[in-house]
T-cell receptor, first 112, second 109 residues
């Protein structure tokens, strides 16, 4: 069966510090991968998605970036965090086709 | 830009009552998913509908995709406290999903 991992679970970072969130998927190959951000109790905002190694599509211009160095690894980064980057970050994978997505446990990021 | 509006935004009802949550858009989607999310966790997929007019049942939950594939509804019969959570609809197309604004459901024992 497929499993998706995200870490860390929680993170507190000062403004201006760098960020690296990692997501890995097990039990499947060539998945579509996604990064979302969620404001408290609200819907999900798509940040980046990838349909293959090295292929990144950005949905929202901001100070975040994403990379996919391996087939089942997706990384969300920032060189300098802003207060507005605080939120709940979710990674998801999809086998494609009907677009069903399966989510990781999320990372709660607080920028202070 | 594709938008999915959910209504109501918040719903609090007594255990045993019935309820319906709506998901509406002006855009056509290839598929429509419903997810439920608990606090501090990732959303969990409940159902996928792909054909206009399609109805799917999952125990006490009934999901319907609109004939024009622009809207969907989720009906819960005899709600239970375990149904409490954030319900999200999502429309699929072009390798990605557009998520709705969410409905926070609270079932009071």
């Amino acid at each position: 069966s497929q499993t998706i991992h995200q870490w860390p679970a929680t993170l507190v970072q000062p403004v201006g510090s760098p960020l690296s969130l990692e997501c890995t998927v097990e039990g499947t190959s060539n998945p579509n991968l996604y990064w979302y951000r969620q404001a408290a109790g609200r819907g999900l905002q798509l940040l980046f998605y990838s349909v293959g190694i090295g292929q990144i599509s950005s949905e929202v211009p901001q100070n975040l970036s994403a990379s996919r160095p391996q087939d089942r690894q997706f990384i969300l980064s920032s060189k300098k965090l802003l207060l507005s980057d605080s939120g709940f970050y979710l990674c998801a994978w999809s086998p494609g086709g009907l677009y069903e997505q399966y989510f990781g446990p999320g990372t709660r990021l607080t920028v202070t | 830009t594709q938008l999915l509006e959910q209504s109501p935004q918040f719903l609090s009802i007594q255990e045993g009552e019935n309820l319906t949550v709506y998901c509406n858009s002006s855009s056509v989607f290839s598929s429509l998913q419903w997810y439920r999310q608990e606090p501090g966790e990732g959303p969990v997929l409940l159902v996928t509908v792909v054909t206009g007019g399609e109805v799917k049942k999952l125990k006490r939950l009934t999901f319907q995709f609109g004939d024009a594939r622009k809207d969907s509804s989720l009906h819960i019969t005899a709600a239970q406290p375990g149904d409490t959570g954030l319900y999200l609809c999502a429309g699929g197309g072009n390798e990605k999903l557009t998520f709705g604004t969410g409905t926070r459901l609270t079932i009071i024992p």
